[in-house]
């Protein structure tokens, strides 16, 4: 069965950095993403990554609103998937979600098919 286990959040100062930890197992998905859901907020997408058909790498993009602080990784031998955040803010705390697709660089909710349960952050002094 298709499972996604978002691990790594917690509590963090403004202007600290956490890794987000996402494990798959059941199969191998062409994509893999990052969003967050804050209080009272609709889901934002993140960051996905994608496997370059034919080939064992992956491209990814990253949303302008969180680029150059988050940065998105994927270990294929491990079929996990990373989310390094820096730079955190309090307006970052969020629940954070793993998501599994099959469309490639998926940025939005709909094309994804398979969703972990999330995992909370919180930034605050």
């Known amino acids: 069965q298709a499972q996604l286990v978002e691990s790594g959040g917690g509590w963090v100062q403004p202007g600290g950095s956490l890794r987000l930890t996402c494990t798959a197992s059941?199969?191998?998905?062409?994509?893999l993403g990052w969003f967050r859901q804050a209080p009272g907020k609709d889901l934002e997408f993140l960051s996905t990554a994608s496997i370059i058909e034919g080939t064992r790498s992956y491209t990814d993009d990253t949303s302008h609103s969180v680029k150059g602080r988050f940065f998105i990784s994927r270990d294929m031998a491990k079929n996990t998937l990373y989310l390094q955040m820096n730079s955190l803010k309090p307006d970052d705390t969020a629940v954070y979600f793993c998501?599994?697709?099959?469309?490639?660089?998926?940025?939005?909710?709909?094309?994804?098919?398979?969703w972990g349960q999330g995992t909370q952050v919180t930034v605050s002094s």
């Open positions: 998501a599994a697709g099959s469309q490639f660089l998926a940025p939005t909710r709909a094309q994804y098919d398979y």
């Open positions: 059941g199969r191998t998905w062409k994509t």
